[in-house]
């Protein structure tokens, strides 16, 4: 068979069902392949930035997935580089597979030849540009290994057309995917990690994406309620344990954390890391005030992790499952013997801040201000509900005042933040579960970047409802620059002299996201949000694609955060919850 058709064979025994991606004359060969062996579908996308996104949010939605984006030579690959960034900020693996010049001809600055394999080395595992036919098998069959061993990551294979074009000696029959290595904890580890918390009085545990990469939020739910430690979850980590649960103690960092979050946080004097990285918008970068006063254990599958940001007092290097399973273990001897203390005053108290140090949600304003939107948010969509998002103050506020209640029902590209990323992300996460509902938080800019991927959502028939905070303006841009005294080429708004009723806001999103094939609904007064929230849900499941409910928000609103990027000096800029009706959706009901 041809070395292409192997590499479909690979792909099929590797468990990939689904594939995203934009044919070219450099991967036509593969793409033949593709059709002519079948098993892997594919979904055809606007944008090949757009497919290594779908692929993103593909592996994302769905323990085991592993997405696959495709092009051709050229800048084909150069504009996949943003995903694959993407996926190895975030521990997320990845397959890029790209077509390229023939072997003889890399040399020679042929038409659209790039060195993609030494481009996209810096943001990947692996990347490879397969100069012998006969080694199309071993190259995919490492990618998958590398891909799923130790810290998940990308991968980017480059394949020059002759190569795809060569027959070799293949046999799918007897193939198998290669072992994958996992660094464990030994029990000796796990025993004085935990020798920490036998010392402490107000423990936390610090739960990171490495848990849901692990498949392990049942077993970090067990360990806290063992030994009734709190936890908070970071934000790739979002979903480890429900909101509502009494040991969930909320957010910490410098945006996208919650006021009691940060005060339970500064109030502990040990703090478990568990699959987590110390990510500068979680600690901030005065690391005294993270860190001064408690004592810190860090547990993480990739050994160079542990002492990256600041020395722990003690770092464990192993996949979050291996840990947890050992710490639960240890921990029920502890407490077979009476040895294990009783935190549930301190958790306590963790919870009484969860119910009194609120942000306030409710309010009437025309223009919309953005937290009534997510308080519709809280009402229209329920536990079930999978968010996707990527930066911005949308995302930001989202983290504030939304809720997660399982793993993978926050799909959000936490440290590369690129615009653009939510459709494609949302069009892979509701292909990879179509079972779950999908709702996408976008801000205008975000929208405005890859706003052509709708259409491949209206092609494929991809329903879900994308929610989008429009104020015409570069929000978090605008905040940051506040602290330098400029407000400059961050408006974005402008008369439409085609749209004239919806005055400086500029774009017509409504019309644009119709001309690409989907329902779109525009909200004006807050009043309205709710039932355009549920018409958005009925339309959807309709006509079998994406409805955008547009909020028309007030221009400025700064979002809650810290000036100085210090988690212990976050800034209020708007009004506080002070009595219940202030936030009717909070995950507890204020105490005042």
Not at 281 to 303: C, Q, S
Not at 452 to 468: F, N, R, T
Request: glycine share 8%; hydrophobic share 45%; aromatic share 8%.
């Amino acid at each position: 068979m041809t070395a292409a058709a192997a590499a479909v064979e690979i792909l099929k025994r590797e468990g990939v069902t689904q594939a995203f991606g934009v044919p070219g004359a450099a991967i036509n060969p593969f793409y033949r392949e593709l059709k002519n062996v079948g098993g892997v579908g594919h979904t055809l996308a606007r944008h090949v930035e757009g497919a290594s996104h779908m692929a993103e949010g593909y592996t994302r939605a769905k323990a085991g997935n592993i997405g696959v984006c495709i092009g051709t030579s050229g800048p084909a690959g150069t504009d996949m580089i943003t995903g694959l960034y993407s996926a190895i900020a975030d521990s997320i693996p990845i397959l890029c597979i790209t077509g390229q010049a023939p072997v003889s001809k890399l040399h020679k600055e042929d038409f659209q030849a790039v060195d993609i394999a030494s481009i996209a080395k810096p943001v990947t595992k692996a990347a490879t540009t397969v100069l012998e036919a006969a080694q199309v098998p071993g190259v995919f069959q490492q990618a998958f290994h590398l891909m799923r061993s130790g810290r998940p990551g990308p991968v980017l294979i480059d394949l020059p057309i002759d190569v795809q074009l060569t027959e070799i000696e293949f046999d799918p029959e007897t193939y198998e995917p290669l072992p994958v290595y996992k660094p464990q904890a030994t029990r000796a580890q796990a025993a004085k990690a935990l020798s920490f918390l036998l010392e402490s009085e107000r423990p936390l545990i610090v739960a990171g994406g490495g848990i849901i990469n692990a498949d392990a939020t049942d077993l970090l739910v067990e360990f806290a309620e063992l030994t009734g430690i709190p936890v908070i979850s970071t934000l790739m980590g979002w979903g480890t344990i429900p909101d509502d649960h009494e040991l969930a103690a909320g957010m910490v960092g410098v945006q996208t954390a919650h006021r009691y979050g940060n005060a339970t946080f500064l109030e502990s004097d040990f703090v478990l890391g568990i699959g987590n990285r110390w990510a500068n918008r979680h600690t901030g970068y005065n690391l005294e005030a993270y860190t001064k006063g408690r004592k810190f254990v860090h547990v993480d599958i990739e050994p160079t992790q542990l002492g990256k940001i600041f020395a722990p007092d003690y770092g464990i290097a192993s996949d979050a499952k291996a840990a947890l399973e050992l710490f639960i273990e240890i921990a029920k001897e502890l407490k077979a013997e009476g040895k294990l203390p009783d935190f549930s005053a301190w958790a306590a108290s963790a919870q009484e801040r969860k119910a009194t140090l609120q942000r306030r949600t409710n309010f009437d304003n025309i223009p919309i201000k953005p937290q009534r939107v997510y308080e519709e948010m809280n009402k229209a969509f329920g536990p079930e509900t999978r968010y996707v998002t990527t930066i911005g103050l949308s995302q930001i506020a989202a983290a504030q005042f939304l809720h997660v209640y399982k793993p993978r029902h926050w799909i959000n590209c936490g440290q590369a933040g690129p615009l653009g990323w939510t459709i494609p992300a949302a069009i892979g996460a509701a292909t990879a579960d179509p079972e779950t509902p999908v709702v996408a938080l976008s801000g205008d800019y975000d929208f405005q970047f890859m706003i052509e991927e709708l259409a491949v959502a209206a092609q494929h028939k991809v329903p879900y409802v994308h929610v989008l905070v429009n104020n015409a303006y570069l929000g978090l841009i605008r905040q940051a620059q506040g602290g330098l005294g400029i407000n400059f080429e961050v408006n974005l708004e402008f008369e439409n002299i085609n749209t004239p009723e919806i005055g400086v806001y500029g774009v017509d999103h409504v019309k644009v996201a119709e001309g690409l094939g989907v329902k779109a609904i525009r909200v004006t007064d807050p009043d309205k949000l709710g039932e355009a929230l549920e018409e958005a849900k009925k339309l959807a499941v309709e006509h079998q694609v994406p409805v955008v409910v547009e909020a028309i928000l007030e221009r400025i609103t700064n979002i809650a955060m810290s000036k100085t990027v210090d988690m212990s000096d976050v800034t209020e800029f708007e009004e506080l919850a002070t009595e219940p009706g202030h936030a009717p959706t909070a995950i507890k009901a204020l105490q005042v």
